[in-house]
C-alpha cells in the first residue's frame, strides 16, 4: 500500500534522494526513473513538485546554500556583535561544519557535477551579497570603511574569494594560497577603505576539517 506524505516531507524525500544520486552517480548520469526507483513513486508525483531533473538539481543546490545564508542573516541582524565580528562569524558560517556538507563540497568538485558546482557558486554570491552589503552599510556609518559602492565591492570580493579559493578550480600549492590570502585581505581593505590589517582575520579562510556530524 502506497504511504501517503504531507508535501513538504515529499518534496524533501525527492531532494534527499536526489542529492544522494547525484553526489555518487554524477548529475548528468542519473535519470528521472533513477529517482523515481529510489523513492518508490510515480513520474506524475515527482512532476507535481519538479518540473525537470534541472529544477530537482536546482533546488538540491539551494537547499545546501540557504543553510549558509540563514545562518549568515541571523549573525547580521545581532546587534550585540561588531561589523567585524559580524563580517568573521559569516566567513566562519560558509564552512563545511559536518561531514554531509564537507561529503557535498567534495562532490561538487568532482567533473561530472561541473553543472552543480557553478550554480552553487552563482547562488552563494547572489544570496550572500544583500546580507554582506547590510553588514558593510554599518560599517559605513560606524566609520570603519569609506566606499560609495558597498553592494558592487562585496559582489567582487564574493565572486573573487569562490573563484580563486576554490579547490575544485585550481589546486594552489600551500605557499601559493598562504600568499593568495595576503594578497586578498591587501586588496579588501582597499576596496572597502578600511583600516589596514583589519581584515587580517580572513586568513581564516583557510580550510578546516569538518566536524563530525553530532559533535
Not at 566567513?91 to 563545511?96: D, E, L, N, R, V
Not at 552553487?120 to 552589503?133: D, E, F, M, N, R
Request: net charge negative; glycine share 4%.
Amino acid at each position: 500500500m502506497r504511504i501517503s506524505k504531507e508535501p513538504e516531507e515529499r518534496r524533501n524525500e525527492i531532494l534527499d534522494t536526489a542529492e544522494m544520486l547525484f553526489f555518487t552517480k554524477g548529475y548528468a548520469k542519473t535519470t528521472v526513473n533513477d529517482m523515481l526507483q529510489a523513492i518508490g513513486i510515480a513520474k506524475g508525483t515527482l512532476y507535481y513538485y519538479f518540473k525537470s531533473k534541472e529544477e530537482v538539481m536546482d533546488a538540491v543546490v539551494l537547499r545546501f546554500i540557504d543553510e549558509g545564508v540563514e545562518a549568515a542573516k541571523q549573525i547580521a541582524t545581532n546587534n550585540e556583535l561588531t561589523v567585524h565580528e559580524k563580517m568573521f562569524q559569516i566567513i566562519m558560517a560558509q564552512k563545511p561544519d559536518t561531514d554531509r556538507k564537507g561529503h557535498l563540497i567534495e562532490q561538487f568538485h568532482q567533473p561530472e557535477n561541473a553543472q552543480i558546482h557553478q550554480k552553487s557558486l552563482a547562488q552563494t554570491i547572489l544570496k550572500l551579497t544583500p546580507v554582506l552589503t547590510e553588514v558593510i552599510e554599518q560599517g559605513i556609518k560606524e566609520k570603519l570603511f569609506q566606499t560609495p559602492y558597498p553592494k558592487e565591492s562585496m559582489e567582487l570580493l564574493l565572486v573573487a574569494s569562490q573563484f580563486l579559493f576554490d579547490e575544485g578550480i585550481f589546486n594552489w600549492k600551500s605557499e601559493e594560497i598562504i600568499q593568495k590570502i595576503q594578497a586578498f585581505i591587501y586588496n579588501m581593505e582597499i576596496i572597502l577603505g578600511a583600516e589596514k590589517g583589519s581584515f587580517s582575520y580572513v586568513v581564516k579562510l583557510i580550510q578546516q576539517p569538518p566536524k563530525v556530524e553530532g559533535e
